[in-house]
C-alpha cells in the first residue's frame, strides 16, 4: 500500500511541475512578444513631454481643452490652418475629453505616429487636410465635387462655411462650377448664405463707432 501511495503522490507532483513549466514558457513568450514590438517600434515612441503639431481645421475660433467642458487647460486656434504644438501628455487628454472633435475633423493631428497608436486610421481615412480642401477650390467640378464627398458629414459643413467665406470676400477667387456642384450634391443654398453672410457683415461694418 506504501508503494502504491508513494507512485500516486509521483504523478500529481509531475502533473504540477508540467503545469509550472507551462506558466513559465507561456510567460517567456510573452516577454519575447513584448521585446520584439519594442524593438520594431522603438524609434516610433512618443514621449509623453514631446510636442506633437495640431493644425485647426475650422475657419473661426477653436479651443481645445484637456478637460470635459471647456475645463483644465486650453489651446486657442483663431483660424483655418493655424498650427500650435502641444504636449502629447495634453493631446491626448484632449483627444478624450472631446471625442467628437476629433471625429469630425475640427483638427488635423500632424504626427502619423500619434494617428497610428491610437488606431485613428479609420476616422482619418473620411477626414480631408487643409491641402486637400485647398484643392476643393481650384479643380474643376467633378473633381471638386468628388473630394467633398471623401469628408464625412461634419467636415462637409465645414467646407460649405469656408466656400461662403471665400465668397464673400472674393467670389472670383473660387471655382463657382465646384460652388454649384457641392450646392447640388449637399441640398444647401449657398448663394443665399452667401447673402445673408454679406448682410451680417455690412450690419457690422455700419454699427463699429467711428474714432474721430
Known sequence: ????????????????????????????????????????????????DEYIPVMSLLPFTLNLSTKERGQGSIKKFSSFGEVKRILYKDLVDIMEASPNFLK?????????????????????????????????????????????NSANPEQQKIIISLLVEKIVDNKDSVNLNVVDSIARASGVNITEMVENSKKIKEQFAQNIPQVE
Open 1 to 48: 500500500m506504501t508503494t502504491k501511495s508513494t507512485k500516486a503522490l509521483s504523478g500529481k507532483d509531475n502533473e504540477e511541475t508540467i503545469e509550472s513549466l507551462k506558466a513559465k514558457i507561456a510567460e517567456l513568450e510573452k516577454l519575447q512578444n513584448k521585446e520584439e514590438n519594442e524593438k520594431s517600434f522603438g524609434d516610433e515612441k512618443i514621449q509623453q
Open 104 to 148: 469630425a475633423g475640427y483638427y488635423y493631428i500632424l504626427d502619423p505616429r500619434v494617428i497610428r497608436f491610437h488606431g485613428l486610421d479609420e476616422d482619418y481615412a473620411s477626414i480631408l487636410t487643409k491641402e486637400k480642401i485647398e484643392d476643393i477650390l481650384s479643380t474643376n467640378s467633378e473633381e471638386g465635387l468628388s473630394l467633398y
